[in-house]
């Protein structure tokens, strides 16, 4: 048995693809794109590589994408004033500051740049506004990674309603919105995490199982009822031969990019997973070109919205 | 075997006394005691019964308390520039607008009014931003009643933490904040609700079962794990007495109250179940009385802060 793979690369292209007449009629009607702000402090690389990755995607989508760079030794007063000026601009209909923030700016900064964005023009839905609208199922901007799970599921014909879904993970922008959006899909709901006795068991009680615990191939076979549907958040870096041979396998053509590169990307579950599960989502190509594809679809959205096209 | 019986008129009543030094020190420092403005509209006959008890213990605790009743037949424009009034009043540290609301207004009202109430001053956690801050984990005002279970728990010495923690229903006000609070005490939380199949066996799977159902004395022995923790919030009123003779049993001294009365109030927890939990909230007497200490203890938790003395 093996499990079949949902392909995230493939439904974040359809996302995208039905984006255009979106986008067209938005600019008919409004005279320019929708147009997408991005603030990015710092140096840290992983950073630089998913904001170009996001404004290539928002580029090629048709976004206007205005790109800020700051350096990481900006002061809290100027990055707020870059996302004052983005708030004011009318050729902005979305904004997002990339994490992590300059260490230097306290553990603080992220909270209080995110407080400072314009609801409206969220796209991250990280403000305590849309997270608020999202307990109460009203319309908001729904955090990228979980919408885009959401989409995974149900473009994949996988029914979520009298479902029991077990998330493992209780973070602000994962664990906790894809739990409320699995909710009030009707599924049974089920939130475990560090803290958790016996993770394995609860989450092997889960006919739709979504892992983001940020550890590298935590979830085992052990984790999985047989013919649960998988999905992996996780995006971790591994870059220790031993390790990443335990999870790819011996045999992996991965190893070979690894030595050449010096890191391979892996989930938070183990590959061996697709031996019990039914339906898995592969690390790369499964949620995470979800995330991006959600987030130009937030952009729209807010654009929409903003102009009267959409409520 | 039967369960300890976790006596939520006490607990009130030691959060209530608790609240006199603090009250005490606000009026020392700033002059006047905590405000509370109270908005009734229409004459729903369990809303005059609720807000009088409201208005009474708020009283008792020593708070400035001001009820303004409209009729039913107000239109949401008289009644959006009282709660603007009580907005801006230097004298008011908390608002509440009684559910439900008149039916004339229509079925979005509660939620343009409860929106329109400032987030700081929202006392029943009802504004987005208060759901939101309570998602995110951060200061912010929360709903009484969950936030009262919680209270019943710690004073009752149950530990929250690791234990795995059922919640039966998903509503805004009690079943998803309830989880989340849960969830932030580092339980595993599951959340089920009408469309889950199979209820029982899920709420079986509880150390602590919150039963949020609405419907009276749904929760039967079979839901319950031997040895659990059961917390009832349901407050439903029965009036036949084949119904209520069944809940209660026939020999109850409280089926002479309901010939007297017309009605008792049950919970949503059959009484049956204090054979196989180890300790359960009864009704009334339960979750109740929490209810309104938590309002009082909103109330001045929000005076402290609008004045600087907590944060």
């Given at each position: 048995?093996?499990a079949?793979l949902?392909?995230?690369?493939?439904?974040?292209?359809?996302?995208?693809?039905?984006?255009?007449?979106r986008?067209?009629?938005?600019?008919?009607?409004?005279?320019?794109?929708p147009?997408?702000?991005?603030v990015l402090a710092?140096?840290?690389?992983?950073?630089?590589?998913?904001?170009?990755?996001?404004v290539?995607?928002?580029?090629?989508?048709g976004?206007?994408?205005?790109?800020?760079?700051?350096?990481?030794?900006?002061?809290?007063d100027?990055?707020l004033?870059?996302?004052?000026?983005?708030?004011?601009?009318?050729r902005?209909?979305?904004?997002?500051?990339?994490?992590?923030?300059?260490?230097?700016?306290?553990?603080?900064?992220?909270?209080?740049?995110?407080?400072?964005?314009?609801?409206?023009?969220d796209?991250?839905?990280?403000h305590?506004?849309?997270?608020?609208?999202?307990?109460?199922?009203?319309?908001?901007?729904?955090?990228?990674?979980?919408?885009?799970?959401?989409?995974?599921?149900d473009?994949?014909?996988?029914?979520?309603?009298?479902?029991?879904?077990?998330?493992?993970?209780?973070?602000?922008?994962?664990?906790k919105?894809?739990?409320?959006?699995?909710?009030?899909?009707?599924?049974?709901?089920?939130?475990?995490?560090?803290?958790?006795?016996?993770?394995?068991?609860v989450?092997r009680s889960?006919?739709?199982?979504?892992?983001?615990?940020?550890?590298?191939?935590?979830?085992?076979?052990?984790?999985?009822k047989?013919?649960?549907?998988?999905?992996?958040?996780?995006?971790?870096?591994?870059?220790?031969?031993?390790?990443?041979?335990r999870?790819?396998?011996?045999?992996?053509?991965?190893?070979?990019?690894l030595?050449?590169?010096?890191?391979?990307?892996?989930?938070?579950?183990?590959?061996e997973?697709?031996?019990?599960?039914?339906?898995?989502?592969?690390?790369?190509?499964?949620v995470?070109?979800?995330?991006?594809?959600?987030?130009?679809?937030n952009?729209i959205?807010a654009?929409?919205?903003?102009?009267?096209?959409?409520?």
């Open positions: 048995m093996s079949r949902l392909d995230g690369t493939a439904i974040g292209r359809a996302i995208r693809d039905e984006l255009g007449p986008l067209e009629r938005f600019r008919a009607r409004v005279g320019r794109p147009g997408l702000g991005i710092g140096d840290d690389p992983a950073s630089h590589v998913y904001v170009r990755s996001k290539k995607t928002g580029a090629n989508v976004l206007f994408v205005e790109l800020v760079e700051l350096p990481a030794s900006t002061r809290l100027e990055l004033a870059v996302v004052g000026r983005l708030n004011a601009s009318d902005h209909d979305g904004i997002l500051v990339q994490s992590p923030l300059p260490a230097a700016l306290g553990r603080d900064a992220s909270r209080v740049v995110f407080d400072a964005i314009d609801p409206d023009k796209v991250d839905g990280f305590a506004v849309n997270a608020g609208r999202l307990v109460q199922n009203r319309p908001g901007l729904w955090p990228c990674t979980p919408a885009g799970v959401i989409q995974i599921l473009r994949s014909g996988i029914p979520i309603g009298g479902r029991h879904a077990v998330v493992i993970g209780r973070s602000d922008i994962v664990g919105p894809m739990a409320l959006m699995l909710l009030h899909r009707d599924a049974t709901v089920t939130i475990c995490h560090s803290k958790t006795p016996d993770l394995a068991a989450a889960g006919d739709i199982l979504v892992a983001a615990t940020g550890r590298a191939a935590m979830v085992t076979r052990p984790f999985v047989p013919g649960a549907v998988v999905i992996d958040v996780g995006t971790n870096r591994v870059s220790d031969v031993e390790t990443a041979r999870i790819v396998g011996p045999d992996s053509p991965r190893l070979a990019s030595a050449k590169s010096g890191s391979i990307l892996v989930g938070d579950v183990h590959p997973v697709a031996g019990v599960a039914s339906a898995l989502t592969p690390v790369p190509g499964g995470g070109p979800l995330t991006i594809a959600m987030l130009m679809s952009t959205l654009a929409e919205r903003r102009v009267g096209l959409q409520t």
